[in-house]
């Protein structure tokens, strides 16, 4: 069992940055595969990045290739999302998840945070 909490969203102007953190408590968190996702107005949940329990294996959705971060302590139980130059179009609901596989798809996310907002101003 695995609960996660997201905290870090807010506001921000275009071209900003913010750092998402999302606490996870549960003693497998560190063999776990954990992931970001969003969620705009009216759109699907969408995949962000992702980072394998070992943290060594990164992978990231085209649209924030270069701009996004993920990493985790898992001595601490924290995942963390970098995020610079933000964009309008980056404004979302941002949810932290946990899943046994290493994917991509958020239907093998076993675990799900309440999410946090950010919004980007143009």
């Known amino acids: 069992q695995v609960q996660l909490v997201e905290s870090g969203g807010g506001l921000v102007q275009a071209g900003g940055s913010l750092r998402l953190s999302c606490a996870a408590s549960g003693r497998t968190f560190s063999s776990h595969t954990m992931g970001w996702f969003r969620q705009g107005p009216g759109k699907e949940r969408e995949f962000v990045a992702a980072?394998?329990?070992?943290?060594?294996?990164?992978s990231y959705a085209d649209p924030v290739k270069g701009r996004f971060t993920i990493s985790r302590d898992n001595a601490k139980n924290m995942v963390y999302l970098q995020m610079n130059s933000l964009k309008p179009e980056d404004t979302a609901v941002y949810y932290c998840g946990a899943s046994r596989v290493s994917t991509s798809s958020s239907r093998w996310y076993d675990y799900w945070g309440q999410g946090t907002q950010v919004t980007v101003s143009s």
């Open positions: 980072i394998r329990w070992s943290g060594g294996s990164t």
